[in-house]
């Protein structure tokens, strides 16, 4: 998949920015290094299966900048309606 075909598909879908860092070269590994937080836990925000919680917001935010840094966009950008 090249970036000409990601950029046809829903930037809204839950596979959006899991494409993005593959194409990029970023492994979730590497994101959950810098974010300090479970590989388990950058895959389901990078899904978005996993939403921010009173509990657990701090960490998602976290891991939506180290995304969004590591892409070199806002998070705005990758999660919309989601700032961090």
Same mark, same amino acid.
Not at 47 to 74: D, W, Y
């Given at each position: 998949m090249? !970036?000409?075909? %990601?950029?046809?598909i829903?930037k809204?879908?839950?596979?959006? *920015?899991s494409?993005?860092?593959? *194409?990029?070269? *970023? +492994?979730?590994?590497d %994101?959950?290094a810098i974010?300090g !937080?479970s $590989?388990?836990?950058?895959s389901?925000v990078?899904t978005?299966? +996993?939403?921010?919680? $009173?509990?657990?917001?701090p $960490?998602? +935010?976290?891991?939506? @900048?180290?995304?969004?840094?590591?892409l070199g966009?806002?998070?705005? @950008?990758?999660?919309p309606? $989601?700032?961090?």
């Amino acid at each position: 998949m090249n !970036v000409n075909q %990601i950029t046809k598909i829903n930037k809204k879908g839950p596979r959006y *920015i899991s494409a993005l860092l593959l *194409i990029h070269g *970023i +492994r979730q590994d590497d %994101i959950a290094a810098i974010a300090g !937080v479970s $590989k388990p836990l950058v895959s389901l925000v990078v899904t978005r299966k +996993r939403g921010g919680t $009173k509990k657990h917001g701090p $960490k998602i +935010r976290l891991v939506r @900048e180290a995304v969004a840094q590591a892409l070199g966009v806002t998070v705005d @950008e990758l999660w919309p309606d $989601k700032a961090a």
